[in-house]
């Protein structure tokens, strides 16, 4: 009896797709891995797609039933009508239609000993005994075989227990010492990761590419609003802070990294410039006033420092139900609550004492590369005249 729950439906911890051109090979090396994996700490439930079927019996035609002159679909077909059957007639009675086969007996059709005694009707009408045209042999057949990109591949799947251990962790060690030795011992041995791994592979890669979109919509609205091509990354300054406060927070309250904690790092790259946004514009403000930019960056932080506080501990605080909830259903979400959570608190708060500082060090840039502008012009001008 097994027992599977998921949550989020990423597939098995551990999962790899194992393929050779010879079956022996396969089934060996397929032996070989789960005896491997299984020596990993924490893993369990070590598992392989080879699922056989029920017992049957091969006829593979002989040098004699060749020199007979007799086909291997004729026997097939002779076979089948003396223990399936051969349909020869069928019989109207009132709306069904009732269909007549001639086959043995049922004592004879229950009993292996029928196959020794069959009789093959050979091309000349002559007959002959079944194991003398052909090789019997009883083998098991698979109830389904598994093909990816055309290639017969085996499946050997595997959990971990996050108590003991973690997916990665064990994917590592499997990546790095087991399959390499599983290669070498067998050669023609091609495999692939399946499961969990391979899956949140392709979605972090595709998470990264829409990550990398936002910010660069991020950049350009803000550097539309503020009209400037450096000052939006003095204000965006604020998202590695975000991200290193997530992964902060998994440290404080224990969680493992996931995947569903990147999910909330991209969800605070659009909240976390929240407070960079504010403060930048009061500088700005401050130097339209005729301020310096060491008595504007100060006023700024002065004047912004109580509303950038209190909407970073509330939203923070907003999200600390989510932490402390021990309910089945809300422990796939807390990742991502810890990542924005930690990830608003220590940029928020942060942010009233970086960003000032990139603030300057901008505001130097420019002035350095007006400076070195304004000798051009003089030099264009000189020319004119």
Known sequence: MTFNAAIGGFGADIAYELTHSEEAQLLAATDDLKTMVAGIEGVSEIEDSFDLGKVQFVFDLNEVGQAAGIASAEIA???RQAFFGEEVQRIQRGREEVRVYVRYPDYLRESLSALSQFRVRLPDGSEA??????DIEESRAYSSIERVDGRRVVSVTADVEEAISTSGVANERILAEILPQLEARYPGLRWTQAGAAREQNEDFASLTRGALIALLVIYAMLATQFRSYLQPIAIMVSIPLGVAGAILGHLVLGYAMSFVSIFGMVALAGVAVNASVVLVDQFNRQRELGEGPDEAA???????????VITTLTTALGLGPLLFETSPQAQFLIPMGVSLGFG??????????????????????????????SPSLEAIGDANA
Do not use: H, Y
């Open 129 to 134: 005994p079944l194991p003398t045209v052909a």
């Open 344 to 373: 608003i608190l220590v940029s928020g708060l942060m942010v009233i004492f970086v960003t000032p500082a990139v603030t300057l060090i901008v505001e130097d840039i420019r002035r350095a590369l007006s400076r070195k502008a």
């Open 298 to 308: 100060a006023a700024a932080s002065k004047r912004r420092f109580r509303p950038v």
């Open 77 to 79: 077909r002779q076979l």
